[in-house]
């Protein structure tokens, strides 16, 4: 089986039918997606790299309240 039959089936089975490039660009979105969940994972599992992080969060939602206007 070609990959081209195994993107067809899926895009027919897997996703409601649709075209091979709507399958390929929904299989790339959730690839690209799974590899931010993972470097989030690897991160988490760093507790100094975390905590720096959430600092960082932290920081930028205080720009929120910056008193410049643009936000809502």
């Known amino acids: 089986m070609s990959v081209?039959?195994?993107?067809a089936r899926v895009a027919a089975e897997d996703l409601g039918g649709v075209t091979l490039n709507a399958a390929l660009t929904h299989l790339l979105t959730e690839h690209r997606k799974a590899a931010v969940l993972a470097a989030y994972t690897r991160l988490e599992a760093n507790a100094?790299?975390?905590t720096?992080?959430?600092?960082?969060l932290d920081e930028w939602?205080?720009?929120?309240?910056?008193?410049?206007?643009?936000?809502?």
């Open 4 to 7: 081209r039959d195994d993107l």
């Open 48 to 50: 100094s790299a975390w």
């Open 52 to 56: 720096n992080y959430e600092s960082e």
């Open 61 to 72: 939602d205080g720009l929120a309240g910056d008193g410049l206007g643009g936000g809502q």
